[in-house]
T-cell receptor, first 112, second 113 residues
Framework: AQSVTQPDIHITVSEGASLELRCNYS??????LFWYVQSPGQGLQLLLK??????LVQGIKGFEAEFKRSQSSFNLRKPSVHWSDAAEYFC??????????FGAGTRLFVKA | DVKVTQSSRYLVKRTGEKVFLECVQD?????MFWYRQDPGLGLRLIYF???????EKGDIPEGYSVSREKKERFSLILESASTNQTSMYLC????????????FGPGTRLLVL
């Protein structure tokens, strides 16, 4: 069955430090992969997505993610975190047809 | 810009009440979704609709129903609210199928007493 695992429930990083949020998926075919961000009191917003081609994907707000088929991973990275990046981040996989499977989310805290 | 709006940001209802959550999108998307968001569980799909009057059950449809009479509007109905339906409810819409981006509303936080 398709699934998405985000191993870290929450992460705290200092402002200006680098960030990596982990995501592992289980899917039989070539996956369609997404990262969404949810700021406090808001709905989800797409950061980036991967379907095929270059395995390093650039997104909005300075985020990037790398697809590694051998590790079934799609980790999200940012070289320098800003206080405004504090939010909850969701990794998701397109499960065929209309469905999308979401991970449980990782809440990012940014300390000054 | 795509806009998905939800009728209420916060709702407080009593056990047994019938509850209507409304969602409207303005980008002529065929597909609309209702999710429930709970801490530690992420988003779970309740129902989705791929066309007017068409609906499909998601992963947790029990205790919910939906209505889509117009393309832009998708309603979630709690026939008889229960305390275990206290949650954040998110509506989303998208064009096309699996590879398309979903656009989310701001959510409705429902408290059932």
């Amino acid at each position: 069955a398709q699934s998405v695992t985000q191993p870290d429930i929450h992460i705290t990083v200092s402002e200006g430090a680098s960030l990596e949020l982990r995501c592992n998926y289980s899917y039989g075919a070539t996956p369609y992969l997404f990262w969404y961000v949810q700021s406090p009191g808001q709905g989800l917003q797409l950061l980036l997505k991967y379907f095929s081609g270059d395995t390093l994907v650039q997104g909005i707000k300075g985020f990037e993610a790398e697809f590694k088929r051998s590790q079934s991973s799609f980790n999200l990275r940012k070289p320098s975190v800003h206080w405004s990046d504090a939010a909850e981040y969701f990794c998701a996989v397109g499960a065929g047809g209309f469905k999308t499977i979401f991970g449980a989310g990782t809440r990012l805290f940014v300390k000054a | 810009d795509v806009k998905v709006t939800q009728s209420s940001r916060y709702l407080v209802k009593r056990t047994g009440e019938k509850v209507f959550l409304e969602c409207v999108q303005d980008m002529d998307h065929e597909n609309m979704f209702w999710y429930r968001q709970d801490p530690g569980l992420g988003l779970r799909l309740i129902y989705f609709s791929y066309d007017v009057k068409m609906k499909e059950k998601g992963d947790i449809p029990e205790g919910y129903s939906v209505s889509r009479e117009k393309k832009e509007r998708f309603s979630l109905i709690l026939e008889s609210a229960s305390t275990n339906q206290t949650s954040m409810y998110l509506c989303a819409s998208k064009h096309g199928t699996v590879q398309e981006t979903q656009y989310f509303g701001p959510g409705t936080r429902l408290l059932v007493l």
